[in-house]
């Protein structure tokens, strides 16, 4: 029997966009790559994917700098606070997608912005799984190591709010509710913390 429209479960994506880039000595999420820039190459891999809406959370001077698609689907989010943590910019970006009123069924998908190889093809694999059982956490894994993107129900929204450490935190505590998808793809486990990192590109 055919799966009835209204309860394929809708994907939000969020992508961290605010780091300082220490590591780096730069804002990394805004370096060329592609014809674009980091952030931008990830916000089209996950728009490509099929996602209904994708929050962008990043820093005040570097709106402008990011050269993203352009794409009624994106949405900007401030968070200018430069002693924040990844997690604070999920959090933010949770609070907008709440505006979008997503159901208890749908999911947040989650790619940091500085992941600018990860394979549209990997995150239509984990969309899809996670849309075949909508309660379950989707993990990305390559090589036996885990990755992004990570997938989880908007229905855990309170949980991901309240995590003491980073999102990596709520596969690790939920166990039970994981679904580790295997892609050969190197994009998956590869982010760009260092120069050294982005010269290899």
Request: glycine share 8%; charged share 25%; with cysteine.
């Amino acid at each position: 029997m055919a799966l009835n429209v209204d309860q394929v479960a809708r994907i939000w994506g969020v992508i961290p966009a605010a780091g300082m880039g220490r590591r780096m000595g730069r804002p990394k999420q805004s370096l060329a790559f592609r014809g674009s820039t980091m952030a931008g190459a990830v916000v089209n891999t996950v728009l490509c994917a099929g996602v209904s809406g994708v929050v962008v959370v990043t820093r005040t001077e570097l709106v402008e700098k990011l050269e993203l698609p352009t794409d009624p689907r994106i949405t900007m989010a401030i968070n200018d606070d430069s002693e924040s943590e990844m997690i604070d910019s999920i959090r933010i970006g949770l609070t907008t997608v709440d505006e979008f009123r997503p159901g208890e069924r749908d999911g947040i998908l989650v790619v940091p912005a500085d992941m600018p190889t990860l394979a549209v093809e990997t995150c239509r694999v984990c969309v899809d799984r996670f849309r075949s059982a909508p309660q379950r956490i989707v993990v990305a894994a390559y090589q036996g190591k885990r990755g992004h993107p990570i997938i989880f129900p908007y229905a855990m929204r309170e949980i991901v709010r309240g995590l003491t450490g980073g999102l990596r935190m709520l596969p690790q505590t939920y166990e039970d509710r994981l679904t580790l998808v295997t892609v050969d793809d190197p994009g998956a486990d590869l982010d760009i913390d260092t120069s050294e990192d982005y010269e290899k590109l």
